[in-house]
């Protein structure tokens, strides 16, 4: 066994040992060979027809490491370059060490030879770790243990796993960094759509692109990436944390932890931000997002008072996005933050309350009382005008919502309907899917547009077949009722059998009487 080999084989670090010198070599012929589902997806053709020329010329300097399937054959655990290389290079069998390996042991010495890769891919790494995730005892810091990397390094690959499928070929075309799509891969699915779609117009930096037109470029998209930090900055300005989100534990664990204790007692849980004001991204949605002036630090740290009014606060934009710290939003009540606010708050009050009963009394009437200024009897006028609009509002909303339902309901509903449109901007549906489909008109058009975008997605609909996806889609036919069998025998039909030679031998007899008979009609004629 060569030492690459055996490197390949044993782990770095703790975990199920895999035994380097066990095994026996074996040729066996190609056709009995299968590859490893975890094995990495992606491969330089030129670098394949290389190796393959390599193999004719010099021959095989090191065999694949294979272990027995239980359906006949063997699986490729590492040499799958050279099985493909092989059947290139038109040979009949490979060299393999052949050796008795678990699931759990052929995983781990996939991911080691993987890592030992010189450029091993992101996205083949993140999902090897999450395979490994499924055996028990493996964590994140378990593997980055067991490969000598850092548990950073690990869950950033994890992380890359909730790319979309438009975000991740992004990184397959190396039209990202890594950075990037680390960056991208910690927002959710509408917000990657809007960091990829989303262009400057060449005036600065919006989203993940900027548009800039060079004579050189060739890039397959108008616009090019800004920096690391343009895209980190411009998360801060224009992505809404999510404070429950499962990034959140993982980016901020104290965070996430702080406002599931909030939850546990049902404390309202503030979003705060360090703009002036949230963005209009920032700000979409049903809770209120507090601006820079509108809060205060309340923990008692870095020169903040607490008070009796302060409640968890998360920073959901901004500088410092995702801190969580107490905050104090009471300006009509803390004295202790807003002490100006809320002596006005309290004096408008007594207003109100006076007003409640008639009237006030003036200082020559009664003693003690006094008289409110004109400019704060207008400001009670006003809050109680705000007060009594808003009580109106809140009374009419179920019946408003009972119409907007109705409203909906009674609305076109075709694919280039109003609400059609809407639902096609918020749903991504990858550009290749119009090659195979269009949305057409109706609304049955339209569900039948996104169930084939939905296949294109997931089950690799239109990439062609081949021996890894036929399973999937031979199991898709058999759901659809579509008998591809009998459209495999009416497109590509077997070629018929020769018949026996015995029947030919019969059939030359018979024909040679026939002539027989014939010269024999002639000349009595």
């Given at each position: 066994m060569t030492t690459a080999l055996a490197e390949h084989a044993r782990p770095t670090g703790p975990g199920p040992l895999v035994d380097p010198t066990g095994g026996d070599l074996v040729r066996l012929p190609l056709a009995e060979l299968h590859p490893h589902l975890a094995n990495r997806k992606r491969m330089q053709e030129a670098a394949l027809q290389e190796l393959a020329d390599n193999l004719t010329a010099v021959g095989q300097l090191e065999p694949a490491l294979v272990r027995p399937r239980a359906k006949g054959g063997y699986e490729i655990?590492?040499?799958?370059?050279?099985?493909?290389?092989?059947?290139?290079?038109?040979?009949?069998?490979?060299?393999?060490?052949?050796?008795?390996?678990?699931?759990?042991?052929?995983?781990?010495?996939?991911?080691?030879?993987?890592?030992?890769?010189?450029?091993?891919?992101?996205?083949d790494e993140a999902e090897l770790y999450k395979q490994m995730l499924l055996f028990k005892g493996?964590?994140?810091?378990?593997?980055?243990?067991?490969?000598?990397?850092?548990?950073?390094?690990?869950?950033?690959?994890?992380?890359?796993?909730?790319?979309?499928?438009?975000?991740?070929?992004?990184?397959?075309?190396?039209?990202?960094?890594?950075?990037?799509?680390?960056?991208?891969?910690?927002?959710?699915?509408?917000?990657?759509?809007?960091?990829?779609?989303?262009?400057?117009?060449?005036?600065?930096?919006?989203?993940l692109f900027r548009d800039e037109q060079t004579l050189f470029s060739h890039s397959k998209r108008d616009g090019v990436p800004v920096s690391v930090e343009e895209f980190r900055d411009w998360i801060r300005r224009q992505v809404r944390l999510d404070p429950r989100a499962e990034v959140t534990g993982e980016l901020w664990p104290e965070t996430a932890a702080a406002v599931q204790e909030?939850?546990?007692?049902?404390?309202?849980?503030l979003l705060l931000t360090t703009e002036y004001q949230a963005s209009q991204a920032v700000r979409h949605g049903v809770d209120r997002v507090f601006g820079q002036p509108s809060w205060k630090r309340a923990d008692g740290s870095k020169g903040a008072k607490t008070c009796e009014y302060s409640k968890l606060g998360v920073l959901?934009?901004?500088?410092?996005?995702?801190?969580?710290?107490?905050?104090?939003?009471?300006?009509?009540?803390?004295?202790?933050?807003?002490?100006?606010?809320?002596?006005?708050?309290?004096?408008?009050?007594?207003?109100?309350?006076?007003?409640?009963?008639?009237?006030?009394a003036t200082?020559?009437?009664?003693?003690?009382?006094?008289?409110?200024?004109?400019?704060?009897?207008?400001?009670?006028?006003?809050?109680?005008?705000?007060?009594?609009?808003?009580?109106?509002?809140?009374?009419?909303?179920?019946?408003?919502?009972?119409?907007?339902?109705?409203?909906?309901?009674?609305?076109?509903?075709?694919?280039?309907?109003k609400i059609g449109k809407a639902l096609l901007q918020r749903l991504y549906v990858d550009p290749g899917v119009n090659k195979l489909?269009?949305?057409?008109?109706?609304?049955?058009?339209?569900?039948?547009?996104?169930?084939?975008?939905?296949?294109?997605?997931?089950?690799?609909?239109?990439?062609?077949?081949?021996?890894?996806?036929?399973?999937?889609?031979q199991n898709l036919c058999k759901e659809l009722g579509v008998h591809a069998q009998k459209i495999v025998d009416r497109v590509a039909p077997a070629p018929k059998a020769e018949p026996p030679a015995k029947a030919k031998a019969k059939g030359t007899k018979k024909r040679a009487g026939d002539v027989r008979r014939a010269k024999a009609k002639q000349k009595a004629g």
């Open positions: 655990v590492s040499g799958e370059r050279r099985w493909r290389a092989a059947k290139l290079a038109g040979l009949p069998d490979l060299l393999c060490l052949r050796r008795a390996l678990t699931d759990e042991q052929a995983i781990v010495v996939i991911a080691t030879a993987n890592d030992q890769r010189e450029n091993p891919d992101p996205i493996w964590t994140p810091a378990r593997i980055a243990k067991q490969l000598g990397r850092g548990e950073t390094y690990v869950r950033d690959r994890l992380r890359l796993l909730r790319l979309t499928p438009a975000s991740r070929q992004l990184v397959i075309d190396d039209e990202i960094t890594l950075q990037h799509a680390i960056l991208l891969a910690s927002l959710n699915l509408e917000q990657q759509k809007n960091a990829i779609t989303q262009s400057s117009g060449g005036a600065g930096v919006g989203g909030a939850d546990a007692v049902r404390q309202k849980v959901v934009s901004g500088e410092h996005q995702g801190d969580a710290f107490q905050a104090c939003v009471r300006r009509d009540k803390c004295l202790t933050h807003w002490p100006q606010s809320a002596k006005a708050a309290a004096k408008r009050a007594k207003a109100r309350e006076q007003g409640a009963r008639g009237g006030t200082g020559s009437t009664k003693a003690g009382a006094t008289t409110p200024s004109k400019a704060e009897a207008k400001a009670a006028a006003e809050l109680a005008a705000k007060e009594a609009e808003l009580a109106r509002w809140q009374q009419a909303y179920p019946e408003i919502l009972k119409s907007v339902l109705a409203t909906v309901k009674s609305l076109p509903a075709g694919a280039d309907s489909i269009t949305p057409g008109k109706t609304a049955e058009d339209l569900v039948r547009y996104l169930y084939v975008g939905d296949l294109y997605d997931n089950e690799d609909l239109g990439e062609g077949f081949d021996e890894y996806s036929s399973g999937r889609f």
